[in-house]
């Protein structure tokens, strides 16, 4: 518990370990997770430092794991994670990791490799099958249209010099998406030669100077008009294309992603246009393929292709089984690799560190230790000389040193989710009282002041229960979402947080803006009912025995004042009050653990001249403020006749005002009553007048005392310099220089405590003020939480109360899931999270302000569990 209280007693050490028992040892250590080591070679090269080759190692290793790892995820091939965590393997081991890691990513590369290559013949002679069942339908439809232009043409051969097209609307409408390029009747000729050869070949045929040829092929779908548009402008019109879609999408065997390509061939004559035509499918990453023009050699071929893609179906149905087992057996092992790999390349870089003696022989280490875990480190260093073998035992020595330790609190699951929120403004100085046992109650105390609801406090509180029942389960499925992350991690502190409200909200006796009468209240009516009926206002005396017992609820507040119409008027009152108490008390509580630093640091000058005049100013003015409450309260009752009727009662505020500026009360009308108690005048001007003294104190008497320190420290060093001089001197009269003056070399520090002081004192002096008020929030947001959830009530619930029918209930139910949505939605998350931003303000600038530096940094131990933690979440990312 002194840990929780206070950072622990750490330790400046020394180590010495033989080179050959170094890994064990530092592999032991990682293990515990208790050693903080510090760099012995800071001026030394990250590439020139001794087990920089070890460290590449680790990290060839590594890529070859996150390979592995992309591989199994890709094929969605699960990874056995049995929570294992396998020990550091030992230097000789790392050969046959590297060994089985270079076989499985060899063997792993050249499967990819292998059926790479065969989906690519594969998606080559898929392609090669729709080209030539395309280029089928593309043949039978030119012959049947050059046949009908041909004989066209000799009915009327004045149309030589008329530009038709080679596919018409027919052809269209055929679902040929063909550019309509045009031809003269010269080519019409052209073809009525070509279709005059035999079926069974369909070759070049020379036709005056020209050839007729044709080219086939495959492009992308998104292409295709681009592709005709630069056809036509780089052949001035002078080809004939058609294209087909293919319907089932490829798979491209690079990517693994599904394209959409079309099929299509292209007509033209001349060795020109061939090339011409070649460039272009080239620029447009076309795929071209060999087409024979027999329709019986296109029919073999065709034959031909299908039967080598059974056979390559065959074949790469073998090899994905191949792959699958090559994985399969690695995911079964890749979390145990990691977790090997991670600690030895952590150990190497620890050991990097490390400094090497004259003889080669010697690893020499420093680091932090806590001083209760010194003997727990030891036994760690033993295990690990044990471990390698080695006969000479390791040297931890325990070093003298004037640095600032790093600071170290222990925590368990529970208390490290408030440990946090008081990290996050500021790691404590060493040694420094430690804020967090403190605000384990404090923080859901002031949250649930200001969220005190037992219906929201109770969603709250179920939720929170819910994440700490199944933590274990919910833990070990990690994940990348930052929001669920940080519920999960303040799970407790939610715990805490609904249950304190559940216990404010039974104060304030309000659940979802209604109240319980579990006693029954203590106010009674005589009015009739017809009374009642007819008039709105009716008052109720507490003065009289008949209207009110005299004797107040038993817990919180009468279940009357949530009927009542002046509830606001009287709950103001009661929560603001309540909210300056709160507040002063507070405020005194962090004074007060100033004092455990002072007394621990035995410092007593601040005792003197910071902690006493705080404590009396804050009291004098504050806390009399908070006195004055409970004496009105109890000295202004109901049935307290004149002058101390309720009526007479001084105003706090105005009693306050007044005492600061020393004026004098004033009696209110038909009161005779200025003052609470006698004497309180007199009182009132002692207190103000005490509490501005203190305020030169705690700004003077500080840099003054440690000026006059310095001066009777100067003026004893130059008389102990005299008297020795004249013994030495033996009579002669040696002349020694002057003593530095009291501003000398310290002039600049003196002036910087001056600064710091008056700063110090300004910030304490105005902030009781402003923190005293800021606690004010506590009631505003209460109030705000109160009457926004009795808006949503009347606004929304009461909607659903309306129809008395079967028809009623179902409307009921869809007004309740439409109120329980706004209600979790804004009350609970919203406000939520408005309250707890404003206690976590509370407590760094109004709390700790008074006690807490902050200026500590934090023990960060070589921790296997927190190196993988980190390994494990950028893996994740």
């Known amino acids: 518990m002194g840990s929780l209280f206070r950072s622990e007693e750490m330790a400046l050490c020394q180590l010495f370990l033989q080179s050959e028992a170094a890994y064990a040892c530092v592999s032991e250590l990682g293990e515990l997770g208790l050693v903080q080591f510090r760099d012995l070679n800071p001026d030394v090269n990250a590439f020139q430092r001794k087990f920089v080759s070890e460290v590449r190692r680790c990290d060839e290793m590594e890529r070859k794991l996150r390979y592995l790892e992309k591989e199994i995820k890709k094929d969605g091939i699960p990874m056995l994670d049995t929570g294992e965590n396998p020990e550091a393997p030992q230097p000789r081991e790392m050969i046959d990791l590297e060994a089985t890691f270079e076989k499985l990513e060899n063997e792993l590369r050249e499967v990819n490799h292998n059926a790479e290559a065969l989906k690519r013949n594969f998606l080559e002679l898929t392609e090669l099958k729709h080209i030539l069942r395309k280029t089928q339908v593309f043949f039978d439809e030119t012959e049947q249209q050059m046949g009908t232009a041909v004989a066209s043409q000799m009915a009327d051969p004045n149309r030589e010099d008329e530009q038709v097209t080679l596919l018409g609307e027919e052809g269209l409408r055929a679902g040929g998406q063909a550019l309509k390029l045009g031809y003269s009747a010269r080519l019409l000729n052209w073809g009525s030669k070509i279709l005059k050869k035999s079926e069974s070949k369909f070759e070049p045929e020379k036709v005056g100077n020209y050839y007729f040829r044709f080219v086939a092929g495959v492009i992308l779908r998104e292409r295709i008009p681009a592709f005709e548009r630069m056809l036509w402008r780089a052949c001035r019109g002078n080809v004939f294309l058609r294209q087909a879609e293919i319907e089932t999408p490829l798979e491209d065997p690079s990517t693994g992603d599904q394209v959409h390509k079309s099929v299509f061939i292209i007509f033209f004559q001349g060795d020109q246009l061939k090339s011409r035509v070649r460039k272009i499918c080239e620029g447009f990453r076309a795929t071209l393929y060999p087409c024979p023009e027999a329709p019986s050699q296109r029919r073999e071929m065709a034959m031909g292709v299908m039967t080598r893609i059974e056979d390559l179906n065959t074949v790469l149905g073998q090899t994905q089984d191949h792959r699958h087992r090559v994985l399969v057996a690695a995911a079964k092992n890749i979390k145990n690799w990691f977790i090997k790999v991670v600690k030895i390349k952590a150990i190497y870089h620890t050991l990097n560190l490390f400094n090497l003696d004259v003889t080669q022989k010697c690893l020499i280490a420093e680091c932090w230790v806590p001083l209760l875990d010194i003997e727990t480190i030891q036994l760690a260093l033993r295990r690990g000389t044990e471990r390698s073998g080695s006969s000479v035992p390791p040297i931890l020595n325990r070093m003298d040193t004037f640095e600032d330790p790093p600071t170290y609190n222990r925590t368990n699951k529970f208390t490290s989710a408030f440990q946090n929120l008081v990290d996050a403004y500021g790691i404590a100085s060493y040694r420094e009282i430690n804020p967090t046992p403190y605000t384990i109650i404090s923080f859901p105390f002031l949250f649930a002041v200001m969220f005190g609801d037992l219906g929201h406090g109770c969603l709250m509180f179920l939720f929170a229960g819910f994440l700490v029942l199944r933590e274990k389960p919910l833990a070990a499925k990690k994940t990348d979402n930052e929001v669920w992350n940080i519920f999960f ?95 002063v008390l507070h405020m005194l509580s962090g004074v007060s653990l100033s004092l455990y630093n002072y007394r621990y640091f035995k410092d007593r000058l601040s005792i003197y001249c910071d902690f006493i005049p705080q404590v009396i100013f804050l009291v004098f003015l504050f806390f009399y403020m908070v006195l004055l409450m409970f004496i009105k309260w109890v000295s202004y009752g109901p049935q307290n006749e004149f002058p101390d009727s309720p009526a007479c009662a001084p105003s706090i505020l105005i009693t306050f005002i007044n005492m600061v500026l020393f004026k004098d009360a004033v009696a209110l009308e038909n009161c005779n009553t200025v003052y609470m108690f006698s004497g309180q005048g007199a009182v009132q001007k002692f207190l103000v007048i005490v509490a501005l003294l203190c305020v030169p104190i705690m700004l003077l008497a500080k840099p003054i005392y440690i000026m006059r320190q310095q001066k009777e420290k100067h003026l004893v060093n130059g008389h102990a310099t005299t008297e020795n001089g004249d013994a030495e001197g033996a009579g002669r009269v040696v002349q020694q220089p002057p003593p530095p003056p009291a501003g000398g070399h310290d002039e600049n520090e003196i002036g910087e405590l001056f600064i710091h002081q008056g700063i110090h004192t300004i910030e304490y002096v105005l902030g009781s003020v402003s923190h005293t008020a800021s606690y004010l929030r506590l009631w505003a947001l209460s109030l705000a939480h109160a009457q926004l959830s009795e808006v949503l009530w009347s606004m929304v619930m009461t909607k659903g109360l309306i129809l008395n029918s079967w028809i009623g209930g179902v409307w009921l139910w869809f007004v309740f899931g439409f109120w329980a949505i706004l209600t979790v939605g804004i009350l609970v998350l919203m406000e939520g999270l408005s309250a707890f931003l404003h206690t976590l303000r509370l407590h760094w600038v109004e709390f700790q302000s008074k006690f807490y530096k902050g200026l500590g940094y934090a023990f960060a131990p070589f921790s296997f569990e927190v190196i993988l933690n980190t390994a494990s979440t950028a893996v994740e990312e």
Do not use: C
């Not at 979802?512 to 009468?517: D, R």
């Open 489 to 583: 991690a303040g799970r407790y502190i939610i715990l805490l947080m609904g249950l304190f409200s559940m216990y404010t909200g039974f104060i304030y006796n309000d659940i979802f803006s209604k109240s319980l009468n579990l006693f029954g209240s203590h106010w009674h009516t005589n009015y009739n009912e017809s009374t009642v009926m007819n008039n709105k206002d009716l008052q109720i005396n507490p003065s009289l025995s008949s209207d009110y017992d005299q004797v107040p609820y038993p817990v919180g507040l009468d279940p009357v004042w949530q009927l009542a119409l002046n509830k606001i008027v009287f709950l103001n009152a009661y929560k603001m009050k309540i909210s300056i108490i709160i507040g």
